[in-house]
Structure formats: C-alpha cells, structure tokens
C-alpha cells in the first residue's frame, strides 16, 4: 500500500516496489505535462538518465494525449571523456528510453569537445525560458545530476560546470552495471547545478533500492547541507519525491 507524508515542503511518496514508484512518477509527470501544454503552448523539461528513471521514463513515454511537439527537452549532466557514440553516455540513455521515442520539439544534448564553451551556451538555452518540468533522481551519496557533496553549492553562480565525481558517485556507476569497473568511470562530468535544478517549477524525483536508503533518510530528515545535496529538495514549492519500501525501510 503507498502512503504519502510531507516533509517541510516535499511531499514524499513511499510505494511498494520499484515498479509502482517508478510508474507513479511517470503517471504525475505526464499529468503535469498535459496541465502546463493546457495553460501555454510549449513545455521545457529537463531530464535524468540513470537506471532508476527506467520505470519512470516507460510509464511517461506510454502516455496518450501528451504534445510532444510542444516540449523541449534537456539533459541533466553528462560525463567528460567518453567517444559520442559511447553507449555509457547520458546522451545515448535518454535517445534510447525516451528522445527516439518521443517527437519532440527540439533536444539540447551535453555534447561537444569544448566542455567550458559548452557549460556557457547550454546555461544561455536554460535561462531563455522558464524550466516547467524536472525528473530526476538522487544519488547514493545524496547527489543530485551530479551536484556530489564536495563540489555542491546551494548558491552556485553557475548554471552549468565542469565537476570532479566523487569516489562513492563513480562506485555507483559500477553498482548500476553502467560501466564494468571504477577505472572506467570518468572522473569529470559536465553538470547542471543545484540552482539550476531549484528554478524547476515542478520536480518529480525517483529513487528505489536499499543501496540509496542512506540518502533517503538523510533527505527527509538530516539538516539542510551540501554534506546531503538532495536535502535542498525539501524547500522546494513542487517537489514530489517516489520511493520503494526497500529504499525507505532500509
């Protein structure tokens, strides 16, 4: 049985399994979706990619009566240092589970072989307009994209950077079957930043797995602080985050 609290201004919804977290996350960010492209023309949405936005994205993308033809979409962060065509990518998740899926408007990819020009023209295309709608997740260590506790600032004069992974970011990668060994993971990324994320005016955020127990429990209940980035979604004004039973109980 799900249940639902609030913690400060985050509402926390607590589901049975990962697959019902996960397809509860895509059912709410679909209807957020057809509510702004009711009230407007177009919808920008920023997305995560990562195993835990699997169910989220095939529930999402399955949705009738959404105007993918209004929608822009971004991606959260990528990695420095892979080939264009490297499956390990952020880029080549998101064509797979929902860019090659979905007609939409346009889609700003992270790539380039310039990683500080690109920080500076993706935060121009970010700050054009209002960002409607952000799905992400929350790492192991607490990251959010890849906001990792040494390089996170709530107050960020950047939109985009280059950042250093942290140790436990790059083990993760490792755990998610996402690269066969640490020494395969980059150690730089290219990341939207937290105030980045915070300008969303919907959040849905999806977590699943007692590997980010921790981290969830920090969330909801530790102090505010960089120490846990993603505790900063609790002072968010429309943060929904979903979860499975044995990421919370664990």
Known sequence: MMFRKNIDQLVLEVHPDRRSAGHAAGIAAAEKLKTILAEKDKARVIFAAAPSQNETLETLV??????????????????????????????????????????????????????????????RKLVAEPIDLICLGIGENGHIAFNDPPVADFNDSQLVKIVELDLPCRQQQVHDACFPNLDAVPKQAVTLTIPALMSGGCLICTVSGQRKGAAVRRMISGNISTECPATILRTHKNCTVFVDRDCYES
């Open 62 to 123: 399955s949705v009738s009566g959404i105007e993918w033809n209004k929608v822009t979409a971004f991606h959260m962060d990528e990695y420095i240092g892979l080939a264009d065509d490297a499956s390990e990518r952020f880029s080549f998740y998101l064509q797979t589970h929902i860019f090659s899926k979905c007609p939409f408007a346009e889609i700003h990819l992270l790539s380039g072989n310039n990683p500080q020009h690109l920080c500076e023209e993706y935060a």
